[in-house]
């Protein structure tokens, strides 16, 4: 697959070649299927990495010692979840106005917790 970028005049800025490599048998590895793993990977991205990192800091947090690094990610991700399961898709938004009052959490969790 080949990547460029281009600046906002149309100026390309970059170009990679990018590799991929993958178990299936060559009739099976089709472009269209290919780039549908590409897709679902940044799927994942969008969905949890980029909440986790952005909006909990996970990449500034100081829990190096121990179980502590996996006790935040799973708390992070269990967060997440539950935001998810109330419909929730304005994750950063809901989360800086829980952090202005503690209580706003309540109708969330009752929203999880009903589906």
């Known amino acids: 697959m080949l990547r460029e970028r281009f600046d906002a005049f149309g100026v390309r ?8 490599v993958t ?12 780039a549908g793993f590409v897709r679902k990977h940044w799927d994942i991205e969008n969905l949890v ?3 986790r990192d952005v909006v909990f800091g996970e990449d500034a947090q100081g829990a ?20 998810r399961m109330a419909g929730i898709s304005q994750v950063k938004r809901l989360t800086e106005s ?18």
């Open 13 to 20: 800025v970059s170009k990679e070649v990018v590799y991929g």
């Open 23 to 34: 178990s299936l048998p060559a009739r099976r590895a089709t472009p269209a299927r290919i």
């Open 49 to 51: 990495h980029w909440s």
């Open 64 to 83: 190096y010692i121990g179980n502590g690094p996996q006790s935040m990610a799973l708390l992070r991700n269990l967060v997440l979840s539950l935001f």
């Open 98 to 115: 829980i952090a202005a009052d503690r209580m706003r959490i309540l109708p969330v969790l009752s929203a999880a917790l009903k589906r």
